[in-house]
């Protein structure tokens, strides 16, 4: 007789979840991207984060009714199958999610050598392989264990963020008036910022990773909209607040060339953080963006093995650590595999078109569930029918935006899961009509 586990434990509390997503958004986006954005939009970048702020916003409205409607580990996967009634639609945003979080973790495994260099050179791929390797270990121990770093890691890199804020506008606070506002004046065209958006978005991604928890959470169905809401909230205000301070701070070609430009935020306020702190912190922030990236993957592989949308085995839990943990091993390989492909910025690009693709179809599937309902449903999180209408507008005019090497990558990605779900698809009905005895 099995006695490997049913089910995952549901072990989040409502506090525990929205630290999950805070933690998930305020991570190594802001810290590793700011000057890339200024690099691109220049005094506009502000702008840049605002656009991208928005787009979350109405994003996180549709994710919070659906992961109401929808309390399950699959996440979008499950939430787009339900609205349009296709394996074939949940199978293929599935594999989208998934290849966001292994590249997103691929991105930040990259990012963690570069801060690493402050205490100690070691080859790109070594340090990535080491980070990887690390929080995989962490995301199989269990979901508590998990929550817990990510508290520490949490409370860490917030206390960085508002570091440089206070110590921004602080410096801010020499100048005049006018000088304050020349160093804000947008100086690009809307293309710029726009562009500018495409990478700064990187920064805001997160809270859908805390949807494929949802069968690790105490009441989903009431307390994953409020932490998805609250977490968005905490990262607009804190990122348009940053690059304002960061610009107050230092000239656009000072942020642009550093490569550590929040620190440099911090020496130009007359504040040296002792023995390499803010390089720990900030390599704090990159380890719990790569712990939850690879937790989503494995949580929505393990989601959608249930859903029966790919292989049963990917569902297995370990009969100790009650965690997935062959989707955990596939996580990590696929995550290693990609930080070989590429650099930074065109993961984190690539990382928020697949997911800009994931938004615009969820927006749609929102609106055709609530044209099909008669009533307002009762005892769930419900956003007025208009706020996935923006948010789909605003998801595809972004996704025009980003550069040809990105929509080749998605392009690729697309043709994988199609092939993919052409075969293991044709197999999973078939064992669907032909269940073992």
Request: some cysteine; hydrophobic content about 55%.
């Amino acid at each position: 007789m099995s006695h490997e586990p049913q089910a995952l434990r549901r072990t989040l509390t409502p506090v525990a979840i929205t630290l999950y997503a805070v933690g998930d958004i305020l991570g190594a986006g802001i810290y590793a991207l700011v000057g890339k954005v200024v690099g691109i939009a220049g005094t506009s970048a502000w702008l840049s984060f605002g656009v991208a702020a928005l787009i979350a916003v109405f994003t996180g409205l549709t994710y919070a009714e659906m992961s109401s409607r929808f309390p399950v580990a699959a996440g979008a996967a499950a939430y787009s199958g339900r609205a349009f009634a296709s394996p074939a639609v949940a199978f293929v945003i599935g594999m989208l999610v998934l290849a966001s979080g292994i590249t997103s973790a691929a991105t930040v495994s990259l990012a963690f050598s570069g801060y690493l260099e402050t205490f100690v050179t070691v080859p790109p791929l070594a340090g990535s392989a080491a980070l990887l390797g690390v929080m995989t270990w962490v995301s199989f121990r269990g979901i508590q264990e998990s929550s817990n770093l990510n508290v520490f890691l949490t409370i860490a890199e917030a206390s960085g963020l508002v570091l440089v804020l206070v110590a921004g506008f602080w410096f801010a606070g020499r100048l005049s008036g006018a000088e304050q506002l020349e160093r804000l004046a947008p100086d690009a065209t809307p293309g710029q910022i726009l562009s500018g958006a495409t990478l700064a978005f990187y920064a805001y991604i997160g809270f859908e990773d805390t949807a494929n928890v949802a069968e690790e959470v105490h009441d989903a169905q009431r307390v994953l909209p409020r932490a998805i809401l609250i977490a968005i909230a905490t990262s607009c205000a804190m990122y348009v607040g940053i690059t304002v301070a960061a610009l107050l701070t230092l000239t656009p070609e000072q942020l642009a060339s550093s490569s550590a430009p929040l620190l440099d935020v911090l020496r130009a306020a007359g504040i040296e953080p002792p023995g390499g702190a803010f390089s720990i912190v900030a390599l704090f922030a990159i380890c719990n963006t790569g712990l939850l990236n690879l937790i989503m993957a494995s949580r929505l592989t393990y989601g959608m093995a249930r859903e029966g949308l790919i292989p049963a085995v990917l569902g297995r839990i370990h009969p100790v650590r009650a965690t997935p943990w062959l989707a955990v091993l596939l996580a990590f390989a696929l995550a290693l595999a990609l930080a070989i492909s590429g650099g930074v910025q065109i993961l984190a690009q690539t990382t928020s078109l697949l997911l800009l693709c994931v938004f615009t179809t969820l927006h749609l599937g929102l609106l055709r569930i609530k044209r099909g309902e008669t009533a307002r449903p009762a005892g769930i999180f419900v956003t007025p029918a208009w706020t996935p209408v923006i948010g789909f507008v605003l998801c595809l005019g972004l996704a025009t935006q980003f550069p040809p090497a990105a929509h080749g990558r998605m392009l690729a990605v697309l043709a994988t899961a199609a092939l993919l779900y052409a075969t293991l698809g044709r197999r999973m009905r078939h064992a669907s009509r032909h269940p073992s005895p």
